[in-house]
């Protein structure tokens, strides 16, 4: 990621917790190439 969570993007809560659905649905993109795997993706 590029950029850190927002709580503009309703990604955090008040008070500080991560939104995973909102997170999922603003990152879609890059949870498709992390399952794809690929040259963008870093495997250990």
């Known amino acids: 990621m590029t950029e850190p ?3 503009d993007a309703n990604e955090i809560t008040d008070k500080g ?3 995973q659905r909102a997170d999922l649905e603003r990152r ?3 949870v498709k190439k992390l399952y794809a795997g ?3 993706v870093i495997v250990a």
């Open 28 to 30: 879609a993109i890059l």
């Open 5 to 7: 969570r927002s709580i």
């Open 17 to 19: 917790y991560m939104n």
């Open 38 to 40: 690929g040259g963008d």
